[in-house]
């Protein structure tokens, strides 16, 4: 899992570590697809949170893409604060729940 910062798709320098070693996975394995899931805490509204997740899922998908990995191998979904990791509203829930998710196709 990629994580993030509040209200933010920067991807942090741990995070790219492990964006590039599945760009690399996917560059080697060109029939391989992945759906890369974009997540948020539970704070802020529904729409907002759709959008933040898109763009950290895009976010993951541009660093890849920046990689070699082609589009046809990626798709970029976001599922807001619908679907947490952590339950709970406190600082390390919501740390928790602002992530990136890299989930490949069977």
């Known amino acids: 899992m990629i994580y993030f910062d509040y209200n933010s798709s920067e991807i942090k320098p741990e995070g790219v570590e492990l964006i590039d070693a599945h760009a690399r996975f996917l560059i080697a394995n060109k029939t391989r697809q992945v759906s890369l899931e974009g ?12 959008a933040l997740g898109q763009k950290r899922a895009e976010a993951v998908r541009t660093r890849m893409r920046l990689q070699g990995v082609t589009d046809i191998q990626m798709e970029a979904v976001s599922f807001g604060k619908e679907k947490p990791a952590a339950a709970g509203n406190d600082d390390a829930a919501h740390a928790q729940n602002r992530r990136a998710e890299i989930n490949y196709a069977r």
């Open 39 to 50: 997540h948020t805490d539970e704070r802020g509204g529904r729409e907002f949170n759709l």
